[in-house]
């Protein structure tokens, strides 16, 4: 690999500029069309930390018995919000069987540089930050997940196997790394969250953090890893925005204003100043993309970049990528706020990025769609939901290559509960069901866009039983309250710890110590577990969930209609002879047609209902033909079901030129694939 394994082998560089460049004899390819690609996305701290040998599974249908003597919520939900759990790179490595067996082929990897490792200053403690976007050192790993040489060994062993590897970046901000002073000359007053300075505003620059947590002294540049940020061309004082910020209001600004408030002010980070150091971001993010060989990225918070910064950024990471081999190098924006922004980011950015990351409400509407419920505050939410994918132009979506859906991420900062799909109660029952999984991720699959699971998805993830969750609905920062703690809900560790780590430096590794080292982890609190458990995971390749997932991604695999095909919503035969698009609850279907190509999705959303369905389908397309044939069918995981797989369906002739075919004996929450080819 050229000069790869010296460069792992030596300390991170200091400074990018000066730093060895890393050359390979040859980069991985890109794929020809990224809608062809299923994305996993998983947090390192919560996947897996490749002990699960050591543990046993969850006992689903009685998950207390998977709690130790003592359980108190209260602790394990402390858990999930302030501490590093300990999975790692090493972990992600020992799971690529298993996300191959499921179908997947790119992992989407939540940023794993190396951060503060104590978050606490003048000894008022924080939380950890095991999501990993408060940066210290962009250079480096962070020993909690491994280490360079771990990360380089993972896309390695990802691209033998088929899978991409797409890593998590920031390019505008940093972690807290050092505080403001807004004293007099001699007399500093150090403040960490000030308010936010107003328009041009430019708060002074106090002092440097060490790695305890406490202050450089004034006008002390950082010199040991642990001390301040890294590279060192984000020593100098101007490279942030220093404009303030305390979580509180920003005042005003619009979308539309380069210098918008939120585009300047820190949110719990310090807010780099994207015009002076763009070449410095560049420069260190394209040293990861020759060191590790990776096949895209996702920017964070893109939506707090100028669109001028954000264009030049992406194009010369796409233009550094291309000259290595890489031509279709995927970029993704995170842009909250809704469909008007995102077109936005897409339109003034161009090519130069790939897609964005739906988060708001097409994300919203599909969950509804899945659950059978009425929208708000479109009470048919069905409609709306397939009228997002118009293919006359309307919005962005009429280009399924444009945006990479998701049904939750480890955010769900624009829906409301901030809740795993899974741990969603249905309309009608008294608490969630995972066979409902199904029904959302054939949503996902098999609509436009570049589909993304969230790790756990595959397991039917849940969250704690109905009548536990009393224990969890606090005052302010409840089960599913949607706030920067209620997310917590949203990031269970799959693979079962026994405890978390400990606070702070307390938990990190040395530079030679094992992750895994037993006196990193605090024993007085229990892992935070899946379904409300601890020291038992859920990487169970014989649940059924699993099963029905993994046949869905074969079959998206299997035909290109299903993921470069056009998009049509189809009409129901009603009792009086017409037809009627679905309304929400009933039997919904709808086609992807790609040439002579048709491939009909029908799912029955219902829980307790088996149902049949008359289902119009494209008749020019289907003049001539005689059936379909079935080749997909999640009720026989499990179970029998009227329409086997290669069993073939009777295409008859409806009003005038329509076609249609009748199907029987949908059972709840199943999904039927068919095809005319």
Not at 29 to 37: I, M, Q, T
Not at 92 to 101: A, E, M, P, T
Not at 575 to 598: F, I, Q
């Amino acid at each position: 690999m050229a000069n790869i394994d010296e460069i792992i082998g030596q300390a991170p560089p200091g400074s990018i500029w000066e730093a060895v460049w890393p050359q390979r004899e040859s980069y991985h390819p890109s794929p020809s069309d990224w809608r062809d690609e299923v994305i996993y996305f998983l947090l390192p701290d919560r996947f897996s930390d490749g002990r699960e040998r050591e543990r046993d599974p969850v006992d689903r249908a009685r998950p207390a018995n998977s709690r130790p003597a003592g359980w108190m919520w209260n602790r394990w939900a402390a858990s999930g919000r302030d501490r590093f759990q300990g999975g790692t790179l090493r972990g992600v490595i020992s799971k690529l069987d298993y996300l191959r067996d499921l179908g997947v082929s790119a992992l989407w990897i939540a940023p794993v540089w190396k951060q503060r490792p104590v978050t606490s200053v003048d000894g008022v403690p924080a939380p950890d930050d095991p999501h990993g976007y408060s940066i210290q050192h962009f250079l480096d790993i962070d020993r909690r997940f491994g280490t360079r040489e771990d990360l380089v060994e993972l896309v390695r062993e990802a691209h033998e196997r088929g899978i991409r590897i797409i890593l998590d970046i920031l390019i505008n901000h940093t972690g807290e790394n050092w505080d403001y002073d807004l004293g007099t000359p001699g007399h500093p007053e150090y403040v960490v969250r000030p308010p936010y300075a107003g328009p041009g505003g430019r708060l002074p620059f106090g002092a440097w953090r060490d790695g305890t947590g406490q202050r450089l002294p004034q006008g002390t540049a950082p010199t040991e890893p642990d001390h301040g940020v890294w590279p060192s061309e984000l020593h100098d004082p101007d490279a942030y925005t220093r404009a303030g910020g305390d979580g509180g209001g920003w005042g005003a600004g619009g979308d539309e204003e380069p210098d918008a408030p939120y585009r300047r002010a820190d949110w719990f980070s310090r807010d780099l100043d994207q015009s002076r150091e763009l070449q410095t971001i560049i420069r260190i993010w394209s040293y990861w993309v020759a060191l590790t060989d990776i096949d895209g990225v996702r920017i964070d918070t893109l939506k707090h970049v100028p669109p001028h910064d954000a264009t030049l950024f992406c194009g010369a990471l796409k233009e550094f990528a291309d000259g290595l081999g890489k031509a279709n190098f995927l970029i993704v924006g995170e842009v909250g706020g809704g469909d008007t922004i995102e077109e936005r980011y897409l339109s003034l950015i161009g090519r130069n990025l790939s897609a964005v990351l739906e988060t708001g409400e097409t994300r919203r509407l599909m969950r509804e769609v899945a659950l059978g419920q009425e929208g708000f505050p479109f009470p048919d939410a069905v409609e709306e939901f397939f009228n997002r994918f118009a293919t006359h132009g309307v919005t962005h979506r009429s280009l399924g290559s444009a945006y990479v859906s998701s049904l939750d991420d480890h955010d769900d900062l624009w829906i409301d509960p901030q809740l795993r799909f899974g741990a969603l109660t249905p309309p009608g029952r008294s608490e969630p069901d995972p066979r409902q999984v199904t029904v959302g991720v054939a949503l996902l699959l098999y609509s436009l866009g570049i589909p993304c699971l969230y790790y756990g998805t595959e397991q039917g993830l849940t969250g704690p039983e109905e009548g536990e969750r009393r224990w969890l609905r606090g005052k302010d920062e409840g089960w599913g309250v949607r706030d920067l703690s209620g997310d917590r809900y949203l990031r269970e560790a799959m693979f079962g710890p026994e405890h978390p780590r400990k606070a702070g430096a307390a938990g990190r590794p040395a530079d030679d110590e094992s992750p895994a080292a037993a006196h990193l982890f605090d024993t007085e609190l229990p892992g935070f577990g899946p379904f409300g458990t601890a020291n038992h995971h859920v990487f169970d390749q014989d649940n059924e969930i699993y099963q029905r997932v993994r046949m869905l991604l074969a079959t998206r695999a299997a035909h290109r209609a299903l993921r470069a095909g056009r998009q049509y919503l189809r009409r129901l035969g009603r009792a009086d002879g017409g037809y009627a698009l679905p309304r929400p609850g009933e039997v919904l279907c709808w086609s992807r047609v790609l040439a002579g190509t048709e491939v009909v999705c029908v799912v029955n959303p219902s829980l307790t209902e088996t149902r049949g369905a008359l289902v119009e389908i494209d008749g020019a397309l289907n003049a001539r033909t005689q059936e379909l044939t079935v080749v997909a069918n999640t009720a026989e995981v499990g179970g029998a079901t009227k329409h086997p797989l290669k069993s073939t369906v009777t295409v008859l002739p409806g009003p005038g030129a329509s076609r249609h075919i009748e199907l029987q004996d949908l059972p709840p929450a199943s999904v039927l694939v068919l095809t005319n080819q």
